[in-house]
């Protein structure tokens, strides 16, 4: 799986459904004309022929803006992201500091399945009300995803069948399906909404009928007024659901189609087709499969790992392919025979990793003395591989209590972060004088902790202090805007407090900075530059990358050279800029505008920056940290430690 060609398909697909959902609301409008040509000619006004333009455009204005308003509405719910799903579904959020074993294993699988990603961690909820065995993940984009389990797939899932559960949900966020399934619920809804008006309209007509009948002329004319509105209210009733209907057809056969994907996806990044098989066997075991009482239950389907509901008419409208089918897709020779799925009691997730916390390091990725393979590290982006779930065991399992308990608290999510800010080795002075700038622009306790957590991370080795932003990232989505703005300032003033910003401090602020401003304002792929367009930012990035380490402006023209002959073509022609005294907010700002690039261009980039950084043939701390800075912006996902040069 390519993660650059999967999002690329993900746009694709969405533009087919919006189409299909074109054509939908196009007939929407003929049957509201239709239902308005009857309804004239049962209020006594017929017209002659079928086409009337003025009131076929009265018509379509009247359904676009309806559909339109209430499409924007749902959009702008759903874009809210995943924890606001997770909750509106009924859904109670885990705390990191929970000493429920069942509890903990999961949050320990999701956690372990993002670093193997490279992707943020997403909030993680329980939805204790549902008995039936089901999960789902919602967002608009992986900065502010969340993944929901029910209490029943919790109590009678073992560790590998609810590290596959959570691998199929990963998949769903890998290929861009959450922000699909974003834009069907709010087209659907759309669609939706002219049944609502009907309802209102007849729910109306209580009153309406009893004013109408008290007065000789007034009482004639007011019911032929009910029964006009009664028309109105019934067409728009029967239309909306008719219309609604169909797109919940689209919709279905749309999802059903993801799941068997997401299914292959998850025995890809288990390696271990056993827990996906056991979870769907208990699932066609269990009596109340994977159904769900919550109100909101028909709005998810869609999302979730199983039918939340029993569907009908042949399973037309069904969002999952039948139980056996997904089954065979993996297990050929599955006799049939589903499951028992009595409830488990909790075991302690005890078991250790074989890796050791110091072997923690990149899937796929060969790196020899001469030379790295950039292939193969690009190709990593987004995968899985079961040495890279095994490792992100061991990175959770190795990681110092108190530097997962901060990584997990909103109240020392800061203080983690100026910690991780902080130059080591430090001269104790120079530490004083850096402490100090964080109790002015923050507050006294926060430079507290710092300090103690800056003596924590001297446990952790140097190239694993970013990647634990990837579990921190659920703490950060709880800043609120002020705290957001505190933190955001006095990490600015500790990354230029020396006057020199090196790899690290760029890499940490720019992850920080694109974490909380996409939580805020997910970017929307509408917003997409052609490639002519950022010729200039790309030769200022690109031209940043070469300059890092080279030994002198010969080597890094050079270096860039090299690198820009993946854009041979590109015009204008790339140009190698020299170091200058603005170099760093060019680069900055030119960062941000190859962020709305297309994704397949988007991994020419990529490869393009690793080209530079590893032109003498390796790839050392600071450049990893630079690449993994570039890789956050462009929203790919890197292994989460990269092959450093000894």
């Known amino acids: 799986m390519d993660f650059f060609e999967a999002q690329a398909r993900a746009k694709k697909r969405s533009g087919r ?65 995943g924890p606001a799903v997770a909750e509106h579904a009924g859904g109670r959020r885990v705390h990191p500091g929970t000493t429920d074993l069942r509890e903990r294993t999961l949050l320990n699988v999701v956690e372990e399945m993002a670093l193997a990603s490279g992707l943020p961690a997403p909030a993680v909820y329980i939805l204790p009300d549902e008995q039936g065995i089901n999960a789902f993940a919602a967002g608009y984009s992986p900065a502010d995803a969340a993944v929901a389990v029910t209490e029943g797939a919790l109590a009678r899932l073992d560790r590998d069948e609810l590290q596959g559960v959570v691998a199929h949900e990963f998949s769903h966020i890998l290929n861009g399906d959450m922000r699909l399934n974003t834009r069907l619920s709010a087209l659907v809804f759309g669609i939706l909404a002219l049944s609502v008006i009907g309802r209102v309209v007849l729910r109306s007509l209580r009153h309406a009928r009893v004013s109408g009948s008290s007065s000789g002329r007034g009482g004639k004319g007011g019911g032929g007024i009910v029964v006009l509105a009664l028309a109105v209210g019934l067409s728009l009733l029967i239309i909306g659901y008719i219309g609604h209907l169909f797109g919940r057809l689209i919709q279905a056969a749309v999802s059903r189609q993801r ?179 964080v109790a002015d622009r923050a507050d006294p306790a926060a430079a507290r902790r710092t300090k103690e957590l800056h003596e924590a991370l001297d446990a952790l080795p140097p190239a694993h202090r970013l990647p634990l932003l990837q579990v921190a ?44 401003g996409l939580v805020s304002r997910p970017r929307d792929a509408v917003h997409v530059l052609a490639p002519r367009d950022v010729a200039s930012e790309l030769s200022i990035a690109l031209s940043a990358a070469a300059r890092l380490q080279a030994s002198d402006e010969a080597a890094a023209a050079r270096a860039f050279a090299r690198a820009a002959m993946e854009f041979n073509g590109l015009q204008p022609p790339l140009a190698y800029h020299p170091a200058g005294p ?11 505008h190859l962020a709305h690039t297309p994704a397949p261009f988007r991994k020419r980039i990529l490869t393009a920056f690793a080209t530079a950084l590893t032109a003498d043939g390796g790839l050392s701390l600071p450049e990893a940290d630079l690449l993994r800075a570039f890789a956050a912006v462009l929203d790919c996902p890197l292994p989460p430690v990269l092959p450093v040069s000894p």
């Open 582 to 592: 603005a170099t760093l907010d060019a680069l900055d700002t030119a960062l941000e």
């Open 259 to 437: 799941e068997y994907l997401a299914d292959a996806a998850a025995v890809q990044f288990t390696r271990n087709p056993s827990g996906i098989t056991g979870a769907l066997k208990k699932l066609g075991g269990s009596a109340l499969a994977g159904r769900m009482e919550s109100a909101t239950a028909g709005e998810i389907s869609h999302f979730c790992f199983a039918q939340n509901f029993r569907a009908s008419l042949g399973g037309l409208f069904a969002t999952h392919p039948p139980l056996d089918e997904r089954i065979r897709a993996i297990e050929p020779t599955f006799d049939g025979r589903y499951l028992a799925a009595p409830a488990r009691q909790p075991a302690r997730d005890s078991a250790r990793p074989t890796v050791a916390v110091s072997s923690f390091a990149a899937p796929h990725v060969a790196a020899t003395a001469s030379r790295i393979d950039i292939a193969a590290l690009i190709s990593a982006a987004g995968q899985f591989s079961a040495a890279g779930v095994q490792a992100g065991r061991a990175f959770i399992e190795g990681l110092p209590d108190s530097l997962r308990a901060a990584a997990h608290d909103p109240a020392s999510i800061a203080a983690l972060a100026y910690a991780l800010c902080l130059p080591r080795p430090v001269a104790p002075d120079r530490l004083d004088t850096l402490l100090a700038l």
């Open 17 to 81: 459904l919006v189409l299909l959902f074109i054509l939908a609301v196009a007939g929407t409008i003929a049957a509201t004309y239709g239902a308005a040509l009857l309804i004239l000619r049962l209020a006594g006004q017929p017209r002659a022929g079928l086409l009337h333009p003025d009131l076929l455009g009265a018509v379509a204005g009247f359904t676009l803006l309806v559909c339109g308003v209430a499409c924007a509405y749902k959009l702008a719910l759903l874009r809210a992201g």
């Open 473 to 516: 990232t659920p703490a950060l989505r709880e800043l609120g805007p002020a705290a957001c703005a505190t933190l955001l300032d006095t990490l600015d003033a500790l990354v230029h407090a020396d006057g020199t910003v090196i790899p690290h401090e760029f890499a940490l602020q720019k992850i920080i900075a694109r974490t909380l």
